[in-house]
């Protein structure tokens, strides 16, 4: 049994939509990333707090086999719902095209139960758009979290390349939402500047940590000591393998370290799947083992064993054009492991630049080059680092990105009186 609500809290009941990634995916592989544990972690607090969270995710109908919505049950007061939709080959954009029939499934089985939830929360343009439809179907209030914008990605990668149907998407969400909730301060002002969203509407909700996962003490993980020995910088990069994320920006930035100081060695874990239509095929890319620099591709690994992997590094790099937050930045920076990170969104709060770890402007390899290098030569300096990341990490709590977001909810729940705490009743 959950915890009881917070005292004066109205929210009972979520429905909480993920519709192109499922919380319970593998962050690291397809399209699972920080999105999935920001959902997943928001849940699983939000049921601490006595909130009774439905997580609605769209999979495959064929893959399945099923005509109806399947549930999970996650946690205490949260359930996964699986809803079949569509082909195999639907992608998290052509998903768009089937958000009526998402809808449509959904309201269904909210008929089995008699109730409707008092809040709709949704997580990215796709499921944003179903989230409207629901919310007015059941007169309720919708709260949108964008994770990542294509303004903002058009903006700060000048190679990005968006679709018109996303563009148009988060245009209306940001006029038509109940409530916004960003990341970042940063992403407070591009909702405003980008999307010309009213900034009584928008939240700051800075995403959390697990600190029981992710802490400075504990075990460690690496390869066997390999050709450039133990005195090698050892660098983590951690995520999906596709250009967004710049993982062959720091394939280039290490080669030029290298040959910049001829006294600097790497030994580097990349650790992800490829995924979309940006993805990378590294192994084209990797260099061949040398007594100076050696890179291993790595699969994605669970929580715990990735904050292994963060324990054992000196640093972690985060070399992407574009994030909303940087949740990689923040778990490493909790193991205590400074951070190496491209100067955009949200990466220029969750890194404090050097104090936790050091942040490039301008996304050349040459700058990253230099940093790499400077930092393999000074471990020092990393080494105060550190000890200040766990500190700049210990900021970030689900508990508290919980209970905040609880206070949206009872606060747009507020402006429809006539809702019953306990679930509204659904219209006829």
């Known amino acids: 049994m959950h915890s009881a609500a917070a005292p004066g809290a109205r929210t009972r009941h979520v429905a909480m939509l993920s519709l192109h990634t499922s919380p319970l995916d593998q962050p690291g592989s397809g399209d699972a990333g920080g999105l999935n544990v920001y959902v997943a972690q928001l849940s699983e607090h939000l049921g601490r707090l006595g909130v009774e969270v439905d997580v609605f995710t769209r999979v495959p109908a064929a893959a399945t086999g099923a005509s109806t919505i399947t549930t999970a049950r996650t946690v205490p007061g949260v359930s996964v719902h699986h809803v079949p939709v569509g082909p195999e080959s639907v992608t998290k954009t052509s998903l768009a095209g089937h958000v009526g029939e998402i809808v449509e499934r959904i309201a269904a089985w909210y008929r089995t139960t008699g109730e409707s939830p008092d809040v709709v929360h949704s997580h990215y343009w796709v499921s944003g758009l179903a989230g409207l439809e629901l919310a007015e179907r059941w007169d309720a209030p919708l709260v949108h979290t964008m994770h990542t914008m294509a303004r903002v990605k058009l903006r700060d990668d000048a190679t990005a390349v968006e679709p018109a149907r996303r563009l148009a998407a988060e245009d209306l969400l940001a006029g038509s939402a109940t409530a916004l909730t960003a990341n970042t301060p940063s992403e407070v002002e591009d909702l405003e500047s980008l999307y010309g969203a009213d900034r009584g509407r928008i939240s700051l909700v800075p995403p959390g940590v697990d600190h029981e996962v992710f802490r400075p003490h504990g075990p460690a993980s690496w390869f066997a000591q390999g050709p450039c020995g133990p005195s090698a910088l050892r660098v983590v990069f951690a995520g999906r393998i596709q250009r967004l994320k710049g993982p062959h920006l720091l394939l280039e930035a290490l080669q030029q370290a ?142 508290t990105a919980a209970a905040t977001t609880l206070g949206i909810y009872d606060r747009v729940s507020a402006e429809r009186p006539s809702r019953r705490s306990t679930g509204a009743r659904l219209r006829a």
């Open 258 to 399: 290298v040959e910049l100081d001829p006294g600097v060695r790497f030994d580097v874990a990349l650790i992800g799947h490829q995924s979309g239509p940006d993805h990378l095929d590294l192994a084209e890319l990797l260099p061949e083992d040398s007594p100076r620099l050696r890179i291993r591709l790595v699969p994605p690994r669970r929580a715990e064993e990735l904050a292994q992997w963060f324990r054992a590094a000196d640093v972690a790099a985060v070399p992407s054009y574009s994030e909303s937050f940087g949740l990689v930045a923040a778990e490493a920076q909790a193991c205590g492991t400074p951070v190496l990170a491209n100067a955009v969104g949200g990466l220029r709060h969750t890194v404090a630049d050097g104090r936790t770890g050091r942040l490039i402007a301008g996304q050349q390899p040459a700058d990253w080059a230099r940093a790499l290098a400077d930092l393999s030569r000074d471990r020092g300096v990393l080494a105060r680092m550190g000890s200040a990341a766990v500190v700049q990490a210990a900021a970030f709590a689900w508990e």
